[in-house]
């Protein structure tokens, strides 16, 4: 896809979100099984990741597994864990021509040994590349995040024998996040016709501009991600300033 497809002059946002959903109904749809569908959801991943980094967006991150969807059949689960050990492993090539960093968004302490592994991994190989980051968010809870955002701010002030804080800040649980050098999304897009968050970026999210898309995850191309920008960009983003 040609960069040039967007758009107006106003600025591209610097970190887009996506929760890719839709994959069990688009296999539904098919009558195929819904691990079908996610191997189509991976595929369109790859696609959407290149056509980010062809426009030079800054950050990129991808919901691919949520704190809830351990409530999934194991077959489910044990497939999606599968796919990602998979994708981690066989696109290292692709990293490195797009100079592409991944990175985590979640807790790995709950994932399977070999995927926390492979993730490791291909966050410390790729953590020299200054394109695109993706942030693959598995694993991941908004809520559990600033469960754990906590936790550590209340770790390091005991390791300096500080004790508890006077004053709880807004900066200080922000320091504390999966990611903090990460800035905020600019657009949370999310697919398959739902309208909420479930779980995705509570806290960053805060003043994100949110875009849904009834297409299912599959069958999303890099013209709907354009389309998602373009309504983007004619957004007046006011962060509580009242109009101009
Ligand atoms: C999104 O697709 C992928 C994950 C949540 C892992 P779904 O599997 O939720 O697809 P639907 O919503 O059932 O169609
Ligand atoms: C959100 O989708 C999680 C991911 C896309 C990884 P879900 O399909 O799990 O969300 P709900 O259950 O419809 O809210
Ligand atoms: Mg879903």
């Known amino acids: 896809m040609a960069p040039s497809v967007v758009l107006t002059s106003s600025p591209l946002p610097r970190h887009i979100g996506i929760i890719m959903d839709g994959n069990g109904r688009w296999a539904q749809r098919k ?6 569908g996610h191997l189509e959801g991976l595929k369109t991943a790859k696609k959407i990741v290149k056509a980010a980094s062809d426009l030079h967006i800054k950050f990129l991150t991808l919901y691919v597994f949520s704190t809830e969807n351990w409530k999934r059949t194991a077959e489910e689960v044990g497939f999606i864990m599968g796919l990602v050990k998979q994708y981690l492993k066989a696109e290292l090539d692709f990293y490195r021509e797009n100079r592409i960093r991944i990175r985590h968004a979640g807790d790995p302490e709950g994932l399977p040994p070999d995927i926390a592994r492979e993730l490791a991994e291909a966050c410390e190989d790729t953590r020299s590349f200054e394109g695109l980051q993706v942030i693959l968010a598995l694993n991941y809870g908004g809520r559990d995040a600033i469960v754990r955002a906590v936790g550590r701010w209340f770790d390091s002030l005991e390791k300096l024998e500080k004790g508890i804080p006077a004053k709880i800040t807004e900066e200080g649980i922000r320091g504390c996040l999966d990611n903090p050098d990460i800035p905020d999304p600019d657009l949370i897009i999310r697919t398959a016709g739902e309208y909420r968050t479930s779980n995705f970026l509570l806290w960053e999210g805060a003043y994100a501009e949110y875009y849904f898309s009834e297409t299912l995850w599959p069958d999303w191309t890099e ?22």
Do not use: H, M, V, W
Request: proline share 4%.
């Open 31 to 36: 009558k195929q099984l819904r691990t079908q």
């Open 223 to 244: 013209a709907d991600l354009c389309a998602a920008i373009s309504a983007y960009q004619q957004r007046e983003r006011r962060f509580g300033g009242g109009n101009p």
